[in-house]
């Protein structure tokens, strides 16, 4: 009964690839987000939907493009990944804006 | 703009200790301040929000807007609470209008030792 859930949970790819990560929340919240965590523990909001509405981009390069196909997922889709893209994303979801956020477990992303 | 700051990247007390992790912030509304703490290699968990008022795990945290601070407490450390510590606050991003984000501090990696 995991309320925010993420695959895979571990990804090890090479540079230039084009890679999937996949949010789901059984919460029933309207809003959804992911953030990346550095190799400093540094958390940063990348991207926030509101009932499937990109609400919040902030200034992720193109390459990045979320997706979300209905109010319980939000996928993240990485063009061309590049040895910076290493880290940890976490996908969160709140029952709606300005609200506690509730996390994933997370994606270790690592490109070598 | 908003911002949160942490000033301790790292903090170690003994174990019974009083333990003060702290957190400023730059708002220039009316701002939702929370605790988050991250143990070893598992996620993000709310640990409290200051209009709660409410103490979880013997913490405590208190919202001083004179001081824009939001410093959370305890009076007595346990091991267990060796985590990651992040301050974050609910704002309206850049875009405005209804749109709240969170902006997290950069954290503080508390370790009680025995």
């Known amino acids: 009964d995991t309320a925010v859930s993420q695959t895979p949970k571990y990804l090890v790819t090479q540079m230039g690839n084009d890679k999937s990560i996949k949010c789901e929340q059984n919460?029933?919240?309207?809003?959804m987000y992911w953030y990346k965590q550095d190799s400093k523990k540094f958390l940063k909001i990348m991207f926030s939907?509101?009932?499937?509405?990109?609400?919040i981009n902030e200034t992720v390069p193109n390459r990045f493009s979320p997706k979300s196909p209905d109010k319980a997922h939000l996928n993240l889709h990485i063009n061309s990944l590049e040895l910076g893209d290493s880290a940890v994303y976490f996908c969160?979801?709140?029952?709606?804006?300005?609200?506690?956020?509730?996390f994933g477990p997370g994606t270790r992303l690592t490109v070598t | 703009a908003q911002r949160v700051t942490q000033p301790e990247k790292l903090l170690s007390v003994f174990k019974g200790a009083p333990v003060e992790l702290k957190c400023n912030y730059s708002?220039?509304?009316?701002?939702?301040l929370f605790w988050y703490v991250q143990y070893s290699r598992q996620r993000l968990q709310l640990l409290l929000r200051?209009?709660s008022r409410e103490s979880i795990k013997g913490f405590t945290a208190d919202l001083n807007k004179g001081e824009t601070s939001f410093h959370l407490k305890k009076p007595f450390a346990q091991e267990e609470d060796s985590a990651m510590y992040y301050c974050?606050?609910?704002?309206?991003?850049?875009?405005?209008?209804?749109?709240?984000?969170?902006?997290f501090g950069k954290g503080t990696l508390l370790t009680v030792n025995p």
């Open positions: 974050a606050l609910s704002g309206r991003s850049r875009s405005g209008g209804s749109n709240y984000k969170l902006t």
């Open positions: 939907y509101n009932n499937k509405e990109l609400i």
């Open positions: 200051h209009i």
């Open positions: 969160a979801s709140s029952p709606r804006l300005g609200y506690e956020q509730y």
């Open positions: 919460l029933g919240h309207d809003t």
């Open positions: 708002y220039s509304g009316s701002p939702e």
